[in-house]
């Protein structure tokens, strides 16, 4: 119980929480020390002290004085115990794209501890420092989010929620280099691909938020489609930047109106896989893009392959940009 009520005085300071209650102030005479009118009775004359280095209250007018769990008492007339559960519920950061975002960061600062994460961005053949960042791409050693996201104050329960913590209460993300996916600025949803074996891709639950990057791509008269975010960072890496991701071949219903909020050109650039399947999903996206007005191109690469391993095969721009050049309509 002690340190839980410090932790919330550290957390929420009693001017922060006054203030954030509409309590006006200005500074009193001595350095720290504020005065407003009383919120705990009406007066017209201000008699209400705030120490905000000492973290405490007095009022001249009530005599009424202590500390922010005092002064929750006094103002929402609740007892002790209450009173630090409702203050508990006011300091937790509560809003999931924030607990999404401070993952996403702490996932980030992993990548230079853990060499296994490099080896494999090297071995996909992701390189560029500055890309690297930019997509701030993160690694998930498994085991310390959790633990990380509750020092700061969040709550176990909205870690749940977010699908960061599974409901036996462990880190969902580990051994996984992590794409943050965002949408209009926030994170919205992180992808992990797993450095070791099973299960390769990994979402969070909801939504992945639309074609990847598309605030910066969607400018571009022509796009180059592909299904994952490697083979996005590849082409991106070799200077194709109007390249975006679908996350697979089965594009959402946003997906596809962002494809066609303009007339374009799109290249496909799925998988040439063996089953034909990467074809075949291209085939029928084409037939769909073109009953909207838009030009698609399929991008016919060597068999076997997918835009990233054409490149870690040898395969440079200018071998790629022919490869679109002569992709047919
Ligand atoms: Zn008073």
Redesign the pocket.
């Known amino acids: 119980m002690g340190e839980d009520l410090k932790k919330i005085k550290e957390r929420l300071p009693l001017l922060d929480y006054l203030q954030q209650h509409n309590w006006t102030a200005r500074p009193a005479a001595h350095g720290s020390e504020f005065v407003g009118l009383?919120p705990?009775?009406p007066?017209t004359r201000p008699?209400?002290y705030v120490n905000a280095r000492k973290n405490l209250f007095y009022?001249h007018?009530?005599g009424?004085g202590g500390d922010l769990i005092r002064f929750v008492e006094l103002s929402q007339h609740l007892s002790f115990r209450q009173s630090l559960t409702y203050l508990e519920q006011q300091s937790t950061p509560a809003d999931p794209a924030t607990a999404l975002g401070q993952a996403a960061t702490f996932y980030q600062r992993q990548l230079d501890r853990y060499p296994e994460a490099r080896r494999y961005l090297e071995q996909r053949g992701l390189h560029d420092p500055a890309l690297i960042e930019e997509l701030q791409v993160g690694y998930a050693p498994g085991g310390s989010l959790r633990r990380h996201l509750l020092a700061q104050g969040y709550s176990f329960d909205l870690l749940q929620r977010t699908g960061l913590v599974n409901p036996q209460g462990h880190d969902a993300l580990y051994q996984r280099v992590i794409f943050p996916c965002c949408q209009d600025g926030r994170i919205v949803n992180l992808y992990g691909r797993s450095t070791g074996g099973a299960f390769a891709h990994r979402f969070l639950p909801g939504s992945k938020g639309g074609l990847f990057a598309w605030e910066s791509v969607r400018h571009f008269p022509t796009v180059i489609l592909v299904e994952g975010l490697f083979d996005l960072a590849t082409l991106w890496q070799a200077g194709f930047r109007h390249a975006t991701c679908s996350w697979g071949t089965h594009l959402t219903l946003d997906q596809f109106r962002q494809l066609c909020d303009r007339p374009r050109t799109v290249y496909l650039a799925f998988d040439v896989d063996a089953n034909g399947s990467g074809q075949q999903a291209a085939q029928g996206l084409a037939h769909r893009l073109r009953t909207e007005g838009i030009t698609p191109r399929r991008v016919l690469l060597p068999p076997g392959h997918d835009p990233n391993s054409f490149f870690l095969q040898g395969g440079d721009a200018r071998q790629f940009q022919s490869l679109l050049e002569g992709a047919p309509l």
């Open positions: 009383c705990l009775h007066e008699s209400f009022c007018g009530c009424q």
